[in-house]
């Protein structure tokens, strides 16, 4: 069965500082992997997606996704982190064929003045 | 486009008493997902269906919950009877089932059982 670790629960950053939140997933073939924001008292944003191609993959806001199969890690990061960024983020992986995705726990981010 | 519509928003209702949870997908969208968010337990799926018929409904918690979709543009969630512990965020999501399994999510309802 397929399994998304996300380790860190809360981070918190300062405004400006670069950001990187890590990802690692058991699954083995090559996953549909997903990154989503929650936003307090929302539901859940797409921010990226990697499913082939370019194992580095650009979503909204000014984030960016790396794909390392060698890892078996899909680690989300921005280089710099604003205010309105301050929010809960998954990671979640999928099969393809099978419609549903596994999310991680979250990693709930602050962002500090 | 409206996105995935869910009502109601909140709800607040006495343990023992019936909830009905409702979801509108995007239209063309053929898989439906329904999930349950807390603090504990985080975001477990609990059903899902592909063109109106349920897939895998694994996740459901017991038999007081119960799910439904008569069609392509709606679908329910009952919890009959509701407990305190049923407190939670329920989203609703969709899909195209021949997609790369991108799930749009509806607003979600939060239920509180007292």
């Known amino acids: 069965a397929q399994s998304v670790t996300q380790p860190d629960i809360h981070i918190t950053v300062s405004e400006g500082a670069s950001l990187e939140l890590r990802c690692n997933y058991s699954y083995g073939a090559t996953p549909y992997l997903f990154w989503y924001v929650q936003s307090p008292g929302q539901g859940l944003q797409l921010l990226l997606k990697y499913f082939s191609g370019d194992t580095l993959v650009q979503g909204i806001k000014g984030f960016e996704a790396e794909f390392k199969r060698s890892q078996s890690s899909f680690n989300l990061r921005k280089p710099s982190v604003h205010w309105s960024d301050a929010a809960e983020y998954f990671c979640a992986v999928g099969e393809g064929g099978r419609r549903a995705l596994t999310f991680g726990s979250g990693t709930r981010l602050q962002v500090q003045p | 486009d409206a996105g995935v519509i869910q009502s109601p928003r909140h709800e607040v209702t006495e343990m023992g008493q019936e909830v009905t949870l409702r979801c509108k997908p995007i239209?063309?969208?053929?898989?439906l997902f329904w999930y349950r968010q807390t603090m504990m337990r985080g975001l477990e799926l609990l059903i899902y269906?592909?063109?109106?018929?349920?897939?895998?409904d694994s996740g459901m918690p017991e038999d007081r919950f119960s799910a439904k979709m008569p069609n392509a543009s709606f679908s329910t969630l009952k919890i009959q009877p509701s407990e305190p512990r049923d407190s939670a965020v329920y989203f609703c999501a969709s899909s195209l089932a021949d997609g790369d399994n991108e799930q749009f999510f509806g607003p979600g309802t939060r239920l509180t059982v007292l």
């Open positions: 239209s063309g969208h053929n898989s």
């Open positions: 269906f592909n063109n109106n018929v349920p897939i895998d």
